[in-house]
């Protein structure tokens, strides 16, 4: 997991030491012996040579009754301290919650905005918001806290009731209302807020269930340096607590730092820097021990949740994927994977019945044996389908009324590969939050049921007949699809039966290819990866349209009767403009960031808005949820018609842009005459090691310029390759040599 921040993305694969830097005279920690600029400052260069990886510099005490400090004094004081410390090579945070003074210390280069308040201060009603300056800021990091009441109040009447539920609730509420304003998780960080409000016994609670706020997703931020409720537990008589020095509570911050290390937090925020990086070597060399063999169970406990932390450790943005015979996609894991999927579902179910789908892989079998033995040890019972497409499993997991939907199957990858991804008893796809419970039982022992409550198993055999019926279901009763030849290429995959029935059904004459897999040739030259098989049949066969979909059926591409082949850019166009046609609202829609301009500038001349997500239909997914539209999708023909499906369906999605055609007596060609792609041109530039390419002025100086000279005739897109030392630099412009020269002047910067 990282921690994207202004000018840094912080790596939290190891915890990280945020050193304290309190700027003001009335600290109840360091009693102001830092007050002043040039004592604040020689604070700062001693924490980083000490071993801090983050300055953390307020300006304003935060101590239970301590009052509020003005603006003006508050700018005074951190400004000179900050200006100095971004000079310094290390990520700045700055504790505020005035607007004014995040604004003023973000414009001086600041990484980091950490609130006690969460963004809540009401401030001047004249002026911005909190909210408003973070969301308006590019990159910053933001560090959201609970706190109850307010420091002048807020132990005056401490918290009661379930206080980690309380904290976890608040901060998800929090974190939501910024995505919602498009501040990307990354940029986020969660404090519990100890002591902010909490009694001794609700600050020991939140530290022991402290891992219930990493199931939010978001990295963790813990403050238990030198707090009151240390000395509560380490002394005898409250007399002591009363006039223990508060540098003797070093080594119970410590401890509890290094506890919160264990129970997840990525970053802990200290005083005593030296003697907390001390401790975490310590830890560091009990981890690297483990690794040649000397785990112990301490230590484990502290690895695995340090996993959970880091983000997911299989998961993927699509369920789990590999290379069989390679970890994860062994049967030994899909085994322990299906038991602690097991273990989470009887959380809150007694008796789960869990479905099982797969594709046309020859590893698909071994899979399927070693989780329905996985499914059966936890209590869970299993219905087999056999063959299915992806959506087909998400229909029949709803409409079976499961506890939960599994698919077997790598989609479009070649056949030595193979994966398994979930779908909720919704049909939709689950949240991180799912996930990492998952991945936190994968990190306990099993526990096997006894053998009366072992989970049976059984098929269901009319699986496929099912699915047909309901994909038939979305196509409108008054069509049909007589006197049309169709070309039907299944890429050998898990729709191979299925896909020629849907078009013979509905009346078409249908013509197969792709459909004789033998396990080993599922996506091979055939398919939506691979439409030139599909391009060739259709000016042999004189068919009138032809549907490529992938291995597991959720991407479509179409190509018509002159061999032309269309995208999911076109195809999501046409479907939009086909309810337009038709009188049905469409408020907006959904692509992704490599959606083509085109389609943009034409939907938005339609007057449907158009928003871009990240690239993967599970975000296109969350757009759409969030804008409670119904259309969206990918070049790569993953598309969505939520009131058709809950997930993408390739078959469905060739039903409603056949219907358009059928309804309407025009090809594909003329009703996207209006809607020519613009020319794309993408560059690759591989990196060296530690290259700060987004730091990087000639870039961005001439990333600038292209995007004046395009205006809005063009645009530019870079971005990091997930898997490979790469940026990609794409530019698009209506004309295909301007794009290639500006794409060109752009990756010449990188290369320098």
Known sequence: MHWQTSRFQIDLSKPRIMGIVNVTPDSFSDGGQFASRNSAIAHCEQLLKQGA??????????????????????????????????????????????????????????????????????????????????????????????????????????????????????????????????????????DPGIGFGKTVQQNFALLARQAELLTLGYPVLAGWSRKSSLAAVTQRSLASVATMDVRERMVPSVAAAMLAVQQGAGIVRVHDVKETRQALDVLAAMGASAKLGGRGPALYSIQTTRRSFMGRQYFGTDGIRGTVGQSPITPDFVLRLAHAVGQVLRKTEARPTVLIGKDTRISGYMLESAMESGFNSAGVDVVLLGPLPTPGVAYLTRAQRASLGVVISASHNPFADNGIKFFSAQGTKLPDAWELDVEAALQQAPAWVESAQLGKTRRLDDAAGRYIEFCKSTFANDLTLKGLKVVVDAAHGAAYQIAPKVFHELGAEVVSIGCSPDGLNINHEVGATHPQALVAAMRELKADFGVALDGDADRLQLVDNEGRLFNGDELLYLMADDRLGRGEAVPGVVGTLMTNMAVEVALKARGVQFVRAKVGDRYVLEELEKNRWILGGEGSGHLLALDKHTTGDGLISALQILQALVRSGKTMAQLLAGVALFPQTLINVRLSPGQDWKSNAAMQAATQAVEAELGDSGRVLIRASGTEPLVRVMVEARDAVLAQACAQRIADTLRA
């Open 53 to 190: 990886d983050l300055l953390d510099i307020g300006g304003e005490s935060t101590r239970p009754g301590a009052p509020m400090v003005p603006v003006e004094e508050e700018l005074a004081r951190v400004v000179p301290v900050v200006r100095h410390a971004v000079t310094l090579g290390v990520p700045v945070s700055v504790d505020t919650y005035k607007p004014a003074v995040m604004q003023a210390v973000l414009d001086l280069g600041a990484d980091v905005i950490n609130d006690i308040w969460a963004l809540r201060w009401p401030g001047d009603p004249h002026g911005q918001t909190g909210v408003q300056v973070v969301s308006k800021h590019p990159n910053c990091g933001v560090c959201l806290m609970h706190m109850h009441r307010e420091p002048q109040t807020m132990q005056v009447a401490p918290m009661d009731g379930d206080v980690p539920a309380q904290v976890r609730d608040f901060l998800k509420q929090a974190a939501n209302a910024l995505r919602e304003l498009g501040v990307d998780a990354a940029r986020i960080s969660l």
